[in-house]
């Protein structure tokens, strides 16, 4: 089975069911304009529609997953890729591995995408993707479905001795409920955080140690006029405040990047037509406690999806119409190809130094910098 996904002109009323729809039919690419950057498109599967998220460990060893339930793992840095895992009814809508064998699956959940019917939206694997187990929590049952996985490394002490951890948080989902599935003992307990009176959606997560956390966003609205907000907390999950919010409705805050702990950049998705084409990114140069827009470009039928810095200048953005790279902290933007609808942009070290980085979309490309 395969999903063609249109975005359809959208009104007030059909933004919580539109916001975040997966882009199979596209106007004409552009042509782009020349640039020194040149992503290597990878061979992959054919997948009418966009495919949402790729995880990698280290430079050869990846995964990436469809909205058809299948998952496909590389161990040779995207050359060549087998399927490890084949379920179904299961939109795999996020991933987060730890290492080549424990990782995290996150399913967008049902009554958003046609064709899924898993409800469960959190699961394990412990054998590189080859099995999944559902993940069990008290009130899971909230957890409609999941869109992001953020996998913090932590140290902490286990009979005596003080060990590597991780604390694994996933949160979701486009057009809600927001809710959040988080575990600060490597996966071996968990706990829902209920963030519904902060946002109607979560697209995005990120921790940068275990009480200072970022999600992506969208305003709570009943009639789905809901504003971009990137909501902020200080104790792990316990309390949240919004520390930047749209002045527009129908807008959410899709995707992140921390290119280091003070400076970050966030996409926003605009579907408000009385708005005009402006697109905006959203930057943080305080460690998150306020951020400004700055300009991707003034075009119609630009719809942003993910972001991904190398550093505190140099970064891409994926739209609808393809990619778009700054060098200079998002003052300039310059066309690049490298695909369309790239919807995360994972970069790890480099097998000989340097930095490789992953783009998913409708294909997966690879870019290698020195």
């Given amino acids: 089975m395969t999903y063609e996904f249109t975005i359809p002109k959208l009104t007030r009323r059909s933004f919580v069911g539109a916001a975040g729809a997966a882009v199979a039919l596209f106007a004409t690419p552009p042509v782009f304009a020349e640039s020194e950057t040149v992503w290597k498109k990878l061979p992959t599967v054919p997948f009418r529609g966009k495919q949402d998220d790729i995880s990698f460990v280290d430079a050869l ?92 490394p932590v140290k902490r002490i286990f009979q005596g001795e003080l060990r590597p951890s991780h604390i694994v948080t996933a949160a979701g989902r486009v057009g809600g409920p927001a809710m959040m599935l988080r575990s600060e003992d490597d996966g071996a307990s968990w706990k829902v955080i209920d963030l519904s009176e902060h946002a109607g959606m979560i697209l995005d997560v990120k921790f940068h140690d275990p009480k200072t956390g970022f999600v992506c966003a969208s305003g709570v609205s009943a009639t789905g006029e809901g504003d971009a907000v990137m909501l902020m907390t200080r104790d792990g999950g316990k309390s949240w405040k ?88 998002g003052k300039s ?38």
Avoid at 70 to 90: I, V
Avoid at 113 to 133: E, F, N
Avoid at 261 to 284: F, H, L, M, P, W
Wanted: hydrophobic share 35%; net charge positive.
């Fill in 333 to 370: 933007w310059q066309r690049i190809e490298f695909g369309r609808a790239v919807n995360k942009i994972r970069v790890v070290p480099g097998a000989s130094g340097g930095k490789r980085l992953f783009a998913i979309g409708v294909d997966v490309h690879r870019f290698d910098l020195p």
């Fill in 61 to 152: 060893h990846g995964w990436y997953g469809n909205g058809e339930g299948k998952l496909y793992r590389t161990t040779d840095g995207g050359d060549s890729w087998e399927k490890m895992w084949d379920q179904p009814g299961t939109f795999i809508r996020a991933l987060g591995f730890v290492d080549q064998q424990v990782g995290y699956l996150g399913n967008v959940g049902i009554n958003y995408y046609p064709g899924v019917t898993d409800t469960h939206p959190l699961y394990r694997t412990a054998d590189s993707g080859r099995s999944w187990q559902a993940v069990s929590a008290e009130e899971i049952d909230k957890v409609v479905g999941i869109c992001a996985i953020d996998i913090l």
């Fill in 242 to 329: 919004p520390v930047w919010r749209s002045k527009r409705k129908l807008e959410n805050v899709w995707k992140m990047s921390w290119p280091s702990r003070r400076v970050g950049y966030a996409t926003v998705q605009s579907y408000d037509e009385a708005a005009g084409n402006r697109r905006v990114v959203i930057k943080t140069v305080d460690g998150g406690k306020s951020w400004k827009e700055i300009l991707l470009v003034d075009e119609a039928g630009i719809r942003e999806f993910g972001v991904g810095f190398v550093d505190t200048m140099r970064g891409w953005v994926g739209t609808s119409k393809g990619g778009f790279e700054t060098r200079d902290g």
